[in-house]
């Protein structure tokens, strides 16, 4: 069964068989990015619109080179030099790019919910970049195809995800997707970090970090979003590092071969000691590589292609 892949939204709407789907395209692009010339046809003729309303380096950087690297063209727009500065509503601009004919609006902002409000009023496919706390689609995506290139299938994997999840659209997203694909999720962190539905999503909630990672596959490190922390959550960064940082010492309680991962941006000395984030478990930059590949696929189905349910 085949359906039209219109917009990228979420996760948590997904099902496994077009999660791995997506998945097996990805790969097929990340061969693609492996050529000498990386460029192929298949999107030439169609224009993708970036809006970055929030700070974004990796996202919007690889949503641009997956555009790219297909024959669009694409082009950004930041918060600060667009007309939201300005006051103008979040809508009308959008609806001021659709009546240009875009195929695709990537969309990154801070509210929760931004993209699933323009959706039903374009008539272009939007990508959800990343939506205050709610949802990071693509970086969930990125997050199993990297995971999967180092444990195979993750059907009975246990991945620990330590850190601010409460205010980690990372987190949700991978814990939509992490137990759609089969694997058992922990999460750890302060208890004023922890918002009180995650279990009802399917996570097992740890207030040490210590038991959480123990014998887990995979150790997935959050960073702690100072720009949206209420003040008192935590004590102070110090004390946050030595109860919840991820370092040389906890992560001997994770299996041998464990990956460690972190979205990006790190906060060094954090919620990660710089030597694990380029240590020889460090999967960190691979993550980065798989985001060009991840959203080359995401691009292509969105902008015409057909989703094949698995
Ligand atoms: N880059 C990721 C995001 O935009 C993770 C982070 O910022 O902590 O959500």
């Known amino acids: ?182 694997a058992n999720v922990r999460v750890a962190g302060p208890r004023t970090l922890m918002p009180v539905d995650i279990g009802a999503m399917g996570a097992t909630v740890f207030e040490r970090v210590e038991p959480a990672i123990t014998d887990a596959d995979v150790v997935m490190v959050l960073r702690l979003q100072s720009e949206r922390q209420e003040a008192g959550l935590i004590p102070n960064t110090r004390e946050y590092s030595r109860y919840f940082g991820v370092n040389s010492r906890n992560i001997e309680l994770a299996k041998p071969d464990a990956i460690v991962m972190h979205p990006g941006p790190i906060n060094r000395g954090v919620e990660l000691e710089p030597e694990l984030a380029d240590g020889s478990r460090s999967v960190i930059l691979e993550q980065v590589t798989y985001g060009v590949a991840v959203r080359m696929a995401v691009l292509y189905l969105v902008a015409g292609g057909t989703l094949d349910e698995g």
């Not at 809006?51 to 727009?77: H, Q, W």
């Not at 709610?134 to 970086?139: F, G, V």
């Open 1 to 182: 069964m085949s359906r039209p892949f219109r917009h990228l939204l979420d996760i948590e709407s997904l099902t496994r068989g077009e999660i791995l789907t997506i998945l097996g395209l990805a790969q097929k692009m990340w061969e693609v990015s492996e050529r000498s010339v990386k460029k192929v046809p298949t999107l030439r003729g169609k224009t993708i619109v970036g809006l970055f309303l929030e700070a974004s380096t990796r996202t919007r950087s690889s949503f641009e080179l997956a555009g790219k690297r297909l024959s669009a063209d694409v082009i950004n727009i930041s918060g600060s030099g667009s007309s939201t500065s300005k006051g103008e509503t979040l809508l009308d601009t959008v609806k001021n790019l659709d009546a240009m004919s875009p195929d695709v609006i990537v969309l990154r902002h801070s509210s929760s919910g931004a993209p699933h409000f323009i959706a039903s009023r374009v008539r272009c496919a939007v990508v959800n970049a990343g939506d205050g706390t709610h949802e990071h689609p693509t970086q969930a995506l990125l997050d199993c195809a990297t995971m999967m290139k180092h444990k195979g299938s993750l059907e009975g994997k246990t991945v620990a995800i330590v850190g601010d999840v409460a205010h980690s659209r990372v987190a949700r997203s991978n814990i939509h997707a992490l137990t759609k694909l089969g």
